[in-house]
């Protein structure tokens, strides 16, 4: 015969068991989520431009063009 007792350690093990279900879906989805900001992490450093390094690159173009135009309007004057 079913006792309240049985019953309640049958659902407390059930709730128990259902929870670290829930825990380890949700660990296991955080371990993915971090493997991918990582890899992502990775690719952005190899891939894509530094703000920094794109601004000393444009400052020296900017300055190399300012150079060709001093000389074409030195040169438009004579």
Excluded: P
């Amino acid at each position: 015969m079913l006792t309240v007792d049985l019953i309640q350690s049958a659902v407390l093990g059930l709730l128990a068991f259902l929870a670290s279900w829930a825990f380890k879906l949700i660990w296991s989805s955080l371990k993915d989520i971090q493997n991918e900001a990582a890899a992502l992490s990775k690719e952005l450093r190899t891939d894509f431009a530094r703000k920094d390094d794109t601004r000393e690159a444009l400052k020296d173009i900017k300055d190399m063009l300012s150079k060709i135009f001093d000389k074409l309007d030195a040169k438009a004057d004579k």
